[in-house]
């Protein structure tokens, strides 16, 4: 690809150990048609520090300086959610195309009003639900549409994770107010798989709750977390299809992501040892026709995913940055030609909507729309 065609990426958050450090740049290194063209943390020396570290060709301590940039075509937003708004904000009202993290903001109002701008803007976007782009998550997706496992009929996910460490400077991730805790990251990612393969949820009957305060700082210290560590729920989907998702990060040891569907005429299940966006995912399937011939058999078999599923690149499935690559790709192509790029913020807006639908049983004890 020729360096006219090439899309020159900006990056917000660069430093170590965050998100963009360990997952945006090596992404965008490994993608083909991409450039890293800036970084931008809060401090010079850093900024200058990531810059060296992977090879931009600028560096900036003030977003209003990267987005004003004309050598930038594209945001990246890597930063605690808090800061996902202003920052993506300031990047729309400077006219580039934004990739921001999931979550996309800290509620609903706030995506909503980044939602809104891009649209009067007409400015393209993406969220960081990369697990979309992971190769068994389209390939069951595929099949379900072609009818592997006949009418869809319910479904079974579970993400179940030990509790993860927190260093005291990075306390944020222990408090509900800051868009963390099982419901706004793991759970989010995990229905979202759902709402990919089997349609939009559009009612739910769901409870979070923290069945495990205690918490002990990396370094040492104690703290008790004030999010959620597990979320339950009863969904019912477009088309009729109904299921159950359990998520818990108090796990040990921790059994992973795992996705069980089930149709009229078989079975599709998927598993993950860890989150699925960044672990391999396993496929077994069966009875069902897939394009590997016919399974008789009452056990599910592991079904070989498709070579042309996965994409060649110098990082490797199970890499933070591998399907992260994967979406930035597509998100790239969409810009050049024209077309809207799927999950957008309209698809993060809808799934925070999901989000308020589960604080809204959770409060009222019974069913809430996600609309």
Known sequence: MSEVDRIRIGVIGASPPG???????????????????????????????????????????????????????LVTVAVRPRFHHPLAMA????????YCEWPLA??????????????????????????????????????????????????????????????????????????????????????????????????????????????????GGTFEWQTADTVMALAELSGGVVGTAYVSNTTSPPQGYSLRIIGEDGQMLLEAPSYYQFSPVRVSAGPLQVSVGRKDSDRLQEVVIPSEHFSQLPVTEGHSAYNVARALTAFAEAIREGHRFRPDFQDG???HRLLDGVMASGEEGAWASCG
């Open 91 to 98: 990047a729309l009202r400077a006219g580039k195309p934004v």
């Open 106 to 219: 800290l509620d609903t109002g706030e995506a909503l009003e980044m939602a809104r701008l891009a649209a009067e803007a007409g400015v393209p976007t993406a969220v960081g639900l990369q697990g979309r782009f992971a190769p068994a998550i389209t390939w069951a997706r595929r099949l379900v549409e072609e009818g592997a496992v006949g009418k869809p009929l319910s479904f079974v996910v579970s993400q179940m994770l030990s509790k993860f460490e927190v260093d005291s400077d990075r306390s944020w991730l222990v408090r509900h107010e800051e868009a963390s805790g099982a419901l706004f990251v793991a759970f989010a990612h995990v229905v979202d798989s759902v709402r990919l393969i089997l349609g939009e949820v559009e009612s739910i009957c769901a409870r979070q709750l923290t069945l495990s305060p205690a918490g002990v700082y990396s370094e």
């Open 19 to 73: 998100f963009g450090d360990r997952a945006h740049l090596p992404a965008i290194q490994a993608a083909e048609g991409l450039t890293l063209e800036a970084v931008c943390t809060t401090r010079e020396s850093t900024a200058r520090a990531a810059a060296e570290k992977w090879g931009a060709r600028k560096w900036y301590s003030n977003v209003a300086d990267l987005c004003d940039d004309p050598d930038v075509d």
């Open 349 to 351: 807006v809808d799934l």
